[in-house]
C-alpha cells in the first residue's frame, strides 16, 4: 500500500498545484488593488480556501456589505462541499474524526476529481494529505506572491485591475454554460432578481446577491423536478 502514500498524494496532487498558479496569483493581485493587505489576503486563503468564494467575497468587500452577509454567501457558494465529502467518506479508509476534519477542509473541485477518481481501492488518509498539502500550500503561496507582485504595479495598472474580477467570473460562467441550458437559466434568472434589487433598492448589495442566488437555485430545481415528474 506504500504505492498509496503521502509521496504518491504528492504527486497526484502536482497537477492541481500548477493549475492553481495562475488562479491564486491573480486572487493575491486583485486583493492587493481591492486594500486587503499581504496577511489579510494570504488569511483568507490559509482559513478559506475556496478559490469562487474568495473571488466573491472580493467583489462583496469592493461593495462594502456587512462581513456577516460575506460569510453568509461563503457558506451558500460552498454548501455543494457537503455531498462532496459524503460521496468521498465512502471511498476513504476508517480514519479518527479529527483526521477526518483535517481532509474535508481541503476538499476543493479540484482535490475532489483527484481523489474521487482514484481507482478501485480505499483511500488512504495519507495519500489525501498528499494531494491535498501540495494543493493547499500552493494556494496559500500563489495567493502571497500574487500580493507582493501586486504591490509593485504602478497605481493606475493597480486601480485597472479592479476590472480583471468581472472577468475572471465571466471566465468561470462562460465554459460552464455551454452547452448546459440550465446553467444558462440559473445565470439569466439570477441576473434579474439582482437588477430588480439594484435597480429597486429594496435590498442592499449583500443582501441582493444572496437571495438572488437562492432564489434562481429553487426555482431551476423546481422546474427540473416538475420536468422530470410529467
Known amino acids: 500500500m506504500k504505492e498509496h502514500g503521502f509521496s504518491s498524494g504528492i504527486r497526484a496532487g502536482a497537477s492541481i498545484a500548477i493549475g492553481y ?5 491573480t486572487f493575491g493581485l486583485l486583493a492587493k488593488t481591492t486594500g486587503l493587505s499581504l496577511i489579510e489576503a494570504t488569511a483568507m486563503s490559509i482559513f478559506v480556501f475556496a478559490g469562487a468564494a474568495q473571488y466573491i467575497s472580493l467583489s462583496l468587500i469592493t ?11 461563503t457558506f451558500i457558494v460552498n454548501i455543494r462541499h457537503f455531498l462532496m465529502t459524503a460521496a468521498l467518506n465512502e471511498k476513504m479508509e476508517p480514519a479518527a474524526r479529527w483526521k477526518k476534519a483535517l481532509y474535508a477542509f481541503g476538499i ?25 498539502v501540495i494543493s493547499y500550500g500552493s494556494w496559500v503561496l500563489f495567493t502571497a506572491l500574487g500580493h507582493l507582485i501586486g504591490a509593485s504595479l504602478p497605481a493606475f495598472l493597480q486601480a485597472s485591475m ?9 471566465g ?51 422546474i427540473s423536478r416538475k420536468g422530470v415528474a410529467a
Open 63 to 73: 461593495a462594502g456589505v456587512l462581513p456577516a452577509l460575506i460569510v453568509i454567501n
Open 162 to 170: 479592479s476590472i480583471a474580477l468581472y472577468a475572471m467570473f465571466v
Open 172 to 222: 468561470l460562467l462562460v465554459p460552464s454554460m455551454k452547452g448546459n441550458r440550465k446553467v444558462v437559466s440559473l445565470a439569466l434568472i439570477a441576473a434579474l432578481f439582482n437588477s430588480l434589487f439594484f435597480f429597486t433598492g429594496w435590498l442592499s448589495t449583500g443582501w441582493a446577491i444572496m437571495v438572488s442566488t437562492l432564489a434562481s437555485a429553487i426555482i431551476i430545481e423546481l
Open 108 to 132: 476543493t473541485d479540484e482535490t475532489f476529481t483527484v481523489l474521487a477518481t482514484q481507482p478501485g481501492h480505499k483511500i488512504r488518509t495519507s495519500f489525501a494529505a498528499g494531494v491535498i
Open 21 to 25: 498558479f495562475p488562479v491564486a496569483l
